[in-house]
């Protein structure tokens, strides 16, 4: 029975320092880098699949935004040749912030190429039209602020002649500066740049560029 007993504890023993052997051993320890190299990848993977999509989302969503924006001008913003002031003051801005600059890195090589430079060509010509709208909003509000000021030159000359009642005066100019409208100086070449490049201008969302970029946001 003693010997019975020996027998068996000495296989338990052996059993152990098999098994601590193996912990120790140089195949476990690959195991364990291996297994760790894998996990570490799939998560580097899914953190860029995750990152490119985010970025596709971006840009879809900014290309339907320029889209709207663009149009506003080409139906509101120049007729026949001609800037009209209050539709180009109040209009939108191209974009904020250029997210295709931001992001096109991500996303090239997971389009068509040709499909990735006809996206770059769209922001091109989006950017190109967004830097004369800065510029012709900036001359319409220059007009603004000259008639501000004009205004309140005049209305303050009434006030230092120390009339009597000068608020008549003052009221008969403010009403003279609503009813006249003096147009903002706007030399012919904006509109005719801004014709020519609204003329860049071809619309995404209805081709494969569009398409690729949408499917790859999904």
């Known amino acids: 029975m003693l010997l019975h007993k020996d027998s068996l504890s000495l296989q338990q023993n052996k059993h152990i320092m098999v098994i601590n052997c193996f912990w120790n051993s140089n195949l476990f320890q690959t195991i364990v880098l291996i297994l760790t190299a894998c996990i570490t990848l799939v998560l580097y993977r899914d953190k860029k699949r995750k990152e490119v999509r985010n970025a596709a989302i971006i840009v879809v969503l900014q290309i339907e935004e320029v889209e709207k924006n663009i149009e506003y001008i080409l139906s509101e913003g120049i007729v026949n040749g001609t800037i009209l002031e209050t539709s180009m ?130």
């Open 89 to 218: 003051h109040y209009s939108s801005l191209i974009f904020e912030e250029n997210h295709w600059d931001k992001y096109s890195h991500l996303i090239v090589g997971h389009i068509a190429s040709e499909s990735f430079e006809k996206i770059d060509e769209f922001y091109k010509a989006a950017n190109q039209i967004r830097e004369q709208q800065v510029f012709i909003k900036q001359k319409i509000q220059q007009s603004i602020d000259s008639k501000v000021w004009h205004y309140y030159a005049a209305s303050y000359t009434q006030v230092a002649n120390n009339d009597v009642d000068p608020q008549v005066k003052v009221q008969s100019i403010h009403d003279r500066f609503n009813q006249i409208s003096v147009p903002p100086f706007i030399h012919k070449e904006f509109a005719i740049g801004l014709e020519k490049t609204l003329k860049r201008y071809n619309k995404l969302s209805d081709g494969n560029a569009y398409a690729e970029l949408k499917k790859l946001a999904k």
